[in-house]
């Protein structure tokens, strides 16, 4: 074995054995600092709001549509995919969607069909996240549920983020989490806090119906003092600002029942 390969052994090693560390600490917390926001969405948050025969709209999904080919048919829904990016679309599953939309979420506004519209891990990176609000309003029939989780601006790793160049990041991300080498997008997280969503909802009409702050991320966890203080931090800050402290958040906003359809600008491209 080369020098090289004995140092990035010893590096492995050592970010293997900080991270038990922080794992060891955080069992030692309450639940509710113990909840992984991205699996919670998908398994637990979500499951009030699917049901059979829905039309649903995936954004931002690409190639990884939130729902399954084998889940879609199980339970009967029309599945399209909206995403600003034709090749993603395209790399999709065959099957998987009954149409498909390249489009900026920012600017489009669609049929005022879906029963539920899904969007995980998107809206950080748009520039505009009223406009985005506008969008999701526009695709939601009356009676509707957007189903939306996103990081928030609040997290010490978004401030992070926001200051370090996106470059660099990248290659940190690589180094401590390498089973993360893919494609990443710049995110600005603009206005991404639980009360600017809360806001942003009933701007365009949509009644928040749910709402589940998390209070847990894994982005200090290979280094033990700054996953503590990290850790420290949040409990006091949770303290002091309740939801706002959150790291990240699942949001169901409703399209109350009497709301009036509004006529799509966009057009949707339904598959053969």
């Given amino acids: ?28 917390l309450p639940e509710r600092f113990r909840v992984d926001g991205n699996h919670h969405f998908r398994s637990e948050f979500i499951r009030g709001f699917l049901a059979r025969n829905q ?14 080919k084998e889940n879609k048919a199980k339970l ?20 998987v969607y009954d149409g498909a939309v390249c489009a900026d979420v920012c600017a489009y506004t669609g049929p005022a069909d879906a029963d539920l519209v899904i969007c995980q891990s998107l809206l950080e990176h748009v520039r505009d996240t009223h406009r985005a609000f506008q969008c999701i309003a526009g695709l939601l ?3 509707g549920t957007a189903l939306i989780f996103v990081p928030s601006r609040n997290a010490v790793y978004a401030r992070l983020n926001l200051l ?11 180094i401590v989490f390498p089973h993360t080498r893919r494609k990443t997008f710049p995110a600005y997280y603009s206005r991404c806090t639980p009360r600017d969503f809360r806001r942003m909802a009933q701007e ?8 589940q702050p998390y209070f847990l991320s894994s ?8 996953h ?18 959150a790291e990240s958040f699942s949001m169901a906003a409703r399209k109350p029942a009497g709301s009036r359809s509004t006529e799509g600008i966009g057009e949707r491209v339904d598959s053969a």
């Fill in 1 to 28: 074995m080369g020098m090289m390969g004995l140092m990035k052994r010893l590096a492995r090693g050592l970010i293997n054995s900080q991270t038990a560390l922080s794992g060891a600490f955080d069992r030692c």
């Fill in 55 to 68: 039309t649903v709209y995936d954004l931002g999904g690409g190639r990884s549509p939130f729902i399954s």
């Fill in 76 to 95: 009967g829904l029309r599945l399209f995919g909206l995403d600003i990016d034709g090749a993603e679309l395209a790399g999709a599953p065959e099957g």
């Fill in 141 to 143: 029939k009356p009676g």
């Fill in 164 to 174: 370090l160049p996106h470059g660099l990041k990248r290659r940190i991300l690589y």
């Fill in 204 to 211: 365009h009409g949509l009644e928040v119906v749910s709402l």
């Fill in 219 to 226: 982005y200090f966890i290979f280094c033990f003092p700054l």
């Fill in 228 to 245: 503590l203080f990290w850790r420290l931090w949040i409990l006091l800050y949770e303290r002091l600002a309740g939801e706002q402290a």
